[in-house]
Structure formats: C-alpha cells, structure tokens
C-alpha cells in the first residue's frame, strides 16, 4: 500500500464520507501515501470494507461510524481517534448530499437535511479538527465543497447554498487559525461533476436510465464534458493534505475544466 514518493509519511489522516465516491478515494490514495487514515461514514459496511481494503494492501485505517450532523458522534470519534493514534495531522470533511428539487416544490424538511449534513456537518468537523491540531503540530483541514457553490443550478438550492457556505465559512475558519499562531490550514477543493453514487440518490435518476438505457449512459447525458473520476478529485485533496501545500491557507482549488470561469 505504501508509495514510494510517502507524501504524507507518519500522517495521521480523517475522512468523512469515506465508503464511497470521493472518500473512499481519497483514503485509498492517503493511505498509499504513508497516512494511517480513520474512515468514517453512517454506510457502516460498505466504511469497513475500505478499511480493510487498505489494511490488506499494506495500510492502515480504522473505521468509524459516523454522521456528521451529530455533535455527540463528532466527540466520540475525535476522542477514539486521539486515544489510538495521539494526533489528528489531515481532516477531509467531504460527506454531503443532494437534494433535487424546485424551490416551489421543496419541503423545509428537505431544505434543512442537505444543509445540515453539507454545511452543519463541516462545521463540526472544522472544529473538532482545529481543536485536536491546536493541540498538537497543526495540520491541514480539506473541506469539499462544489462548483454548484460558485455558479447557480436550477433544481439544487439547497445544495448550492450549502456548498456556497461551505467556501465562505473555510476561509473565515482559515483566517480564525492564523490568528490563533498559524499551525492550522483550511482549504477547499471545489469540482465539477463527478461520478459518484451521489447521483443514484436522485428522484430523476430511474426515468434518466429509462430514457437512455444505462447507468452510464445516463451518467454521460448529465454532463457534455464528461465527469471527473473521484481518483482525479483525491489528487487535489492529497496536495493540499500534504506539505508540498503548506504555504496554502484560506485557499479553494476549483476543479470544474472552465465551467465557473
């Protein structure tokens, strides 16, 4: 499992949402780079089997249960995870969700659970983290947002305002941590589309393969240009997880080939 180049050597490494999509390939890559990677994911399974991915490539990971929305799990999991490994280096606050649906149409029910998971869920995670690196060395926090929070799409408000917030809320939090002595780094990786299972969540999601006759046709009719991979997505957050970042503070690396240009 481990890299030649070990980017992140002796790192110790917490990623949310990490059983699927862009987590999980975030942790697959930070783990080949020498960090001990903690998975977290309310998908207790399908988290596991990443962990054991890893740890049978050589690796090591530790899964836990986790739903970011909840300030309790936030405080066992940082409290476990400092116990075990004494530090928290890297915290990669990527879980989220999406609701599709017109701003007519949409329940504040619905309204509150994306932003609770995509922007509460950040938060939490901002914090717990610059907590646990304040009192250690520091290290860098990657929070992911989106290209939807940089340019409007109809039908996601919900998501759109949350990964807005999710921006403008990092960097506050940066500049708190250069005003606290500078140890800590908060950035943020923006993409475009990307294929994730993010997509089969949605409520148009059956009539789209209906209408083109496969998930991957239907995955290609979403975008014109075509979507990013998660692997592509875990290299932006690797850079700015490892020291090769270190002079990035209250930064964003938009990912989206033009699209918000």
């Not at 949409?106 to 914090?127: A, C, Q, Y």
């Not at 979403?222 to 700015?240: K, M, N, R």
Request: proline share 3%; glycine share 10%.
């Amino acid at each position: 499992m481990m890299n030649p180049t070990h980017r992140l050597p002796n790192k110790v490494a917490l990623i949310t949402g990490a059983a699927s999509g862009i987590g999980r390939a975030t942790a697959l890559l930070l783990a080949r780079e020498g960090a001990a990677v903690v998975v977290t994911d309310v998908a207790a399974e399908a988290g596991q089997q990443v962990a054991d991915e890893i740890a049978r490539a050589g690796g090591q990971a530790r899964f836990l249960p986790l739903d970011v929305s909840d300030e309790g799990a936030w405080q066992e999991v940082m409290d476990q995870l400092l116990r075990e490994f004494g530090r928290l280096d890297v915290a990669v606050n990527n879980a989220g969700i999406a609701a599709g649906r017109p701003v007519a149409d949409m329940t504040l029910t619905e309204w509150r659970r994306v932003l609770h998971i995509n922007l509460d869920g950040v938060f939490l995670g901002t914090k717990f983290a610059i907590r646990a690196m304040q009192a250690g060395q520091g290290g860098s926090i990657i929070n992911v947002a989106s290209a939807s929070g940089i340019k409007a799409s109809a039908g996601a408000s919900a998501y759109c305002a949350s990964k807005a917030a999710v921006r403008m809320f990092s960097k506050t939090a940066a500049l708190e941590c250069v005003a606290a002595g500078g140890k800590v780094r908060v950035n943020v990786v923006s993409p475009g589309g990307v294929a994730t299972p993010i997509w089969e969540k949605q409520d148009f999601w059956p009539d789209l393969v209906a209408k083109h006759g496969s998930p991957q046709a239907a995955m290609q009719a979403l975008s014109a240009e075509g979507f990013f991979t998660p692997e592509q997505i875990a290299q932006a957050i690797l850079f700015l997880a490892s020291d090769e970042s270190s002079y990035l503070n209250a930064g964003e690396l938009v990912i989206d080939r033009g699209y918000t240009a």
